[in-house]
């Protein structure tokens, strides 16, 4: 695999974004193993419940006591469980060319010996991953790594990675443990989960929603870079690189212009139509209601433990585990992340009106 970026986006924007496509299952599998090993252990009483909740479920409204075990290990052990993976012998990552620690960064000649081979590596490669951000199409480097590896594999795989997909998982995901951490303070004790603890809640709603629109209009630059794409507007230091691109590219193409009219059309067919066909994909949606349905889980705790009646433990179960995790919190953030995307466009002239906006469209 070959590792395609620009090095003016900032590196830990690249690593988030490779730390999700590589361990999206390892952090579900270690979560589900988190939470219901937390809940196992609570019920048989080897772990403590030093909290109180005041319930208020089909009449029952007793004090249950209450843990953070379940919350706390939702959110701690997937992180720890995926991290540590990726050092564990059963790893199977494959083979990856990442220029920063394939070509040599201190020598000079053992550096250009690296850049010249670029090409020798696009040559045997299985697949191109391309780690797309706005400065991605004007750089003159990514787009020989583009033309090189077409060119050398004419039906060989270019996989198009947004770094725009990965941030939303990040903000949303940040965004909703927040909430919810929240939520399991402002309601803890007798006569919790009032109005204000929901109010409370709701407080990092906006500024969540506003860095996704502003996170969305990458993908709009995304859209109109590849339709308005000039090779003769990309730039590069070093005017004898340029000129050494620019002769493979029209030896590979036949002229600078018949490669900016493939990039224009076929390869922006081929890399643009995932991007368009989804928000999310469906994993990492899923990926960004564990912090919700963790404390649900908590709250299922407390419920059994301070003797509620089988109606209730059912009814949360049905109502808030199922239907408002699996169904009604994943189509709110579907419907969420299209107005976000649909509305990124900027309006007004005030940060006033950017920030209020996307708010009050929701």
Not at 298 to 325: D, F, R, S
Request: neutral net charge.
């Amino acid at each position: 695999m070959f590792i395609s970026h620009t090095w003016w986006t900032a590196g830990w924007r690249k690593a988030v974004a490779l730390y999700f496509q590589s361990t999206a299952s390892i952090i579900f599998v270690a979560w589900l193993f988190c939470i219901f090993t937390s809940f196992v252990l609570c019920i048989t009483d080897v772990l403590p419940l030093p909290f109180v909740y005041q319930a208020n479920l089909l009449g029952f409204t007793e004090l249950c006591p209450m843990g953070c075990w379940i919350l706390c290990s939702g959110l701690l052990g997937p992180v720890l469980a995926s991290v540590s993976y990726l050092y564990l012998p059963c790893c199977k990552s494959p083979v990856c060319f990442v220029d920063v620690a394939c070509i040599h960064q201190a020598d000079q000649a053992l550096m250009q010996r690296g850049v010249q081979g670029i090409g020798g590596f696009l040559a045997v490669t299985r697949e191109l991953r391309v780690l797309w951000s706005p400065p991605y199409l004007s750089r003159l480097w990514c787009i020989f790594e583009l033309a090189a590896f077409r060119k050398a594999s004419p039906e060989g795989k270019i996989t198009f990675k947004p770094l725009f997909v990965e941030m939303a998982v990040l903000c949303i995901w940040v965004v909703l443990f927040g909430m919810n951490i929240l939520f399991f303070l402002a309601r803890l004790g007798r006569n919790g989960a009032t109005i204000a603890a929901y109010a409370l809640v709701l407080l990092p709603f906006p500024p969540s929603v506003y860095v996704l629109r502003k996170n969305y209009l990458a993908k709009r630059k995304l859209l109109v870079d590849m339709e308005q794409f000039d090779l003769d507007r990309v730039s590069c230091y070093s005017e004898s690189d340029r000129d050494f691109i620019h002769s493979a590219i029209s030896e590979w193409y036949g002229s600078v212009q018949a490669f900016t009219r493939f990039v224009q059309g076929p390869l922006r067919r081929e890399l643009v139509a995932p991007i368009l066909a989804t928000n999310l994909p469906w994993p990492y949606i899923f990926l960004t209601i564990t912090p919700t349905f963790s404390l649900s889980m908590e709250t299922l705790l407390a419920l059994w433990k301070g003797g509620a009646p089988v109606e209730c433990l059912v009814a949360w179960t049905a109502g808030m585990l199922l239907g408002n995790n699996c169904f009604f919190l994943p189509a709110g953030l579907v419907l969420m992340l299209y107005l976000c995307d649909r509305f990124a466009a900027p309006v007004g002239s005030s940060c006033l009106a950017e920030f209020l906006m996307p708010a009050c469209t929701e």
